[in-house]
């Protein structure tokens, strides 16, 4: 029996307000940004909406950023996204999940809008979908 496939997979920057996803194609060569999930009205609608992009796309691997401190420890943001995970997991049994180091790819994504012309001010829900393109990457690249 072949082994599954990773891809497609499904990037998540897990925030307090806002959560951005991002997948990679069919084959795992490229990481594209999807949607911003509204996190302010609670993790259930949040959680809901994430299984139906990952049922829709087909998503064989989920990956979520784990926002590590520059000392490589964890604080409560890090516990925060991995209780999250754990009721992400029972929402999609089945499907493997992967932390990723986070740190710096909101600064990262920011910095490239910036390149690409676009002002960051204004561009909340673009950033954090542009942070989960960038937690993808750095999974793809074997980070």
């Given at each position: ?81 991995r ?48 942070a ?12």
């Amino acid at each position: 029996m072949k082994p599954v496939p990773p891809h497609p997979a499904l990037g998540i920057d897990h925030g307090d307000a806002r959560i951005g996803l991002a997948a990679t194609d069919d084959l795992g060569i490229l990481a594209h940004p999807v949607e911003t999930v509204d996190h302010t009205r609670g993790e259930e609608p949040a959680l809901a909406r994430i299984a139906e992009v990952a049922a829709r796309r087909g998503v064989r691997t989920l990956v979520v950023g784990l926002p590590v401190r520059l000392d490589g420890t964890e604080g409560t943001a890090a516990a925060k996204v991995r209780a999250f995970a754990d009721r992400l997991r029972e929402r999609i049994p089945g499907v493997p999940l992967v932390f990723v180091d986070e740190a710096l790819t909101t600064a990262a994504a920011e910095e490239k809008l910036r390149e690409a012309g676009r002002k960051a001010r204004n561009q909340r829900g673009v950033i954090d979908q542009a942070a989960a393109v960038e937690i993808l990457n750095h999974w793809l690249s074997g980070g």
